[in-house]
């Protein structure tokens, strides 16, 4: 069984801080990683994702992370956000060779203050 | 661009009147899923399609239903609506690639509310 746990539902940064989202996974099998950012009354963005090679993935609005398979994490990280960055962060896994499902954290709410 | 599409992104339906949610893709995906979403929680997996091949999740109601007439377009068919299932309904697309790395790609979401 997957399940996928994002350990801090609200996360409040001043802007032009760093700023880190946990995420961790549970699985028995290979695990391909995504993160997805959802604005207000939208549907999901991918953000970026993990499928294999370099453990450090970089995606679109200078968003970063990395993948730590002994740790079972996907931690995204930027090094400076903006205001815009406002926006619900959901981490997602699909097991690899198990079918067509993805399984999705329950959200990390990133609140950036002026 | 190639993109999924959902149609109305707002939708008002009274108790029991029976509603449908529309989606299309320009993708050409052989796999098309329908979530439902509710405030501040994560997106719930409803059923997909792989092609014609249906899916549905151990806990969905009934009450919910899906088309896929054609590679492009798969509807959300909910018969009775009650007051819970006031939500936002995402479609979302991917290539079906189980040996390979495979992406879901989201439409924009229907809102639905239901009077």
């Known amino acids: 069984a997957q399940s996928v746990t994002q350990l801090d539902s609200q996360v409040p940064v001043f802007e032009e801080a760093p700023v880190e989202l946990r995420c961790n996974y549970s699985s028995s099998v290979s695990v391909y990683l995504f993160w997805y950012v959802q604005y207000p009354n939208q549907g999901l963005q991918l953000l970026l994702k993990y499928l294999s090679g370099s453990t450090l993935v970089k995606g679109i609005n200078g968003f970063e992370a990395e993948f730590n398979k002994s740790q079972t994490s996907f931690h995204l990280r930027k090094p400076s956000v903006h205001i815009s960055d406002t926006a619900e962060y959901f981490c997602?896994?699909?097991?690899?060779?198990?079918?067509?499902?993805?399984?999705f954290g329950t959200g990390t709410s990133l609140t950036v203050i002026p | 661009d190639a993109m999924v599409i959902q149609n109305p992104r707002y939708q008002v339906t009274q108790f029991g009147k029976p509603v449908t949610l529309s989606c299309s893709q320009t993708l050409n995906h052989n796999v098309m899923y329908w979530y439902q979403q509710k405030s501040s929680q994560a997106p719930k997996l409803l059923f997909h399609y792989y092609d014609k091949d249906f899916n549905n999740e151990a806990d969905t109601p009934d009450n919910f239903q899906s088309r896929r007439p054609n590679t492009s377009f798969c509807f959300l068919d909910i018969r009775s609506p009650g007051l819970g299932d006031a939500a936002m309904y995402l479609c979302?697309?991917?290539?079906?690639?189980?040996?390979?790395?495979?992406?879901?790609?989201f439409g924009p979401g229907t809102r639905l509310t239901v009077l």
């Open positions: 979302a697309t991917s290539r079906g690639q189980v040996q390979g790395a495979d992406t879901q790609y």
């Open positions: 997602a896994v699909r097991p690899a060779n198990t079918g067509n499902q993805f399984y």
